[in-house]
T-cell receptor, first 113, second 114 residues
Framework: AQSVTQPDIHITVSEGASLELRCNYSYGATPYLFWYVQSPGQGLQLLLKYFSGDTLVQGIKGFEAEFKRSQSSFNLRKPSVHWSDAAEYFCAVGRYNTDKLIFGTGTRLQVFP | DTEVTQTPKHLVMGMTNKKSLKCEQHMGHRAMYWYKQKAKKPPELMFVYSYEKLSINESVPSRFSPECPNSSLLNLHLHALQPEDSALYLC?????????????FGAGTRLSVL
């Protein structure tokens, strides 16, 4: 069965510091991978996605993620965090021709000035 | 444009009330979804409509009744809810012509059941 693990429940960084949020998935074939961000009381915004091809994908707001098949990981990175990046981040995995996404439990990012 | 619009933004209802949540998208998307999200948890899928037909029902209690009147509109009818149904209800939609299941979300309706 598919599953997604986000090992870090809560991460705190200083503004301007680099960021890496971890995501590990379990799936037999090549998954479709997504990162979403959710500000308090808001919906989910798609940051980036990976389907195939180049394993380093660029997203919105200066985020990028790298697909590593050997590690079953899809970690999200940003070189310099802004205070407005404070939010909940969800990794999700889908598979071909289905309408279900499996979400991780989320990582809450706190940014200190 | 990836806008999914949900109304109302907030809703308070009693356990005997009947209310409806509304979701619209005008992007020609083929699938629309309802999710329930409790605080500090990921969204939980409730229903999926694909090409206006109910394709997935995740064993949701019958007090939640989805409806898809046309390809742009999705409703969730609520009746005799319980306080534990208080949550953020999210709508999402997926574009046609792809199998990768990209989902675009609305801002949600915050529901409180008293």
């Amino acid at each position: 069965a598919q599953s997604v693990t986000q090992p870090d429940i809560h991460i705190t960084v200083s503004e301007g510091a680099s960021l890496e949020l971890r995501c590990n998935y379990s799936y037999g074939a090549t998954p479709y991978l997504f990162w979403y961000v959710q500000s308090p009381g808001q919906g989910l915004q798609l940051l980036l996605k990976y389907f195939s091809g180049d394993t380093l994908v660029q997203g919105i707001k200066g985020f990028e993620a790298e697909f590593k098949r050997s590690q079953s990981s899809f970690n999200l990175r940003k070189p310099s965090v802004h205070w407005s990046d404070a939010a909940e981040y969800f990794c999700a995995v889908g598979r071909y021709n289905t309408d279900k996404l499996i979400f991780g439990t989320g990582t809450r990012l706190q940014v200190f000035p | 444009d990836t806008e999914v619009t949900q109304t109302p933004k907030h809703l308070v209802m009693g356990m005997t009330n009947k209310k409806s949540l509304k979701c619209e998208q005008h992007m020609g998307h083929r699938a629309m979804y309802w999710y329930k999200q409790k605080a500090k948890k990921p969204p939980e899928l409730m229903f999926v409509y694909s090409y206006e037909k109910l394709s997935i029902n995740e064993s949701v209690p019958s007090r939640f009744s989805p409806e898809c009147p046309n390809s742009s509109l999705l409703n969730l009818h609520l009746h005799a809810l319980q306080p534990e149904d208080s949550a953020l209800y999210l709508c999402a939609s997926s574009p046609p012509g792809t199998n990768e299941n990209i989902q675009y979300f609305g801002a949600g309706t915050r529901l409180s059941v008293l």
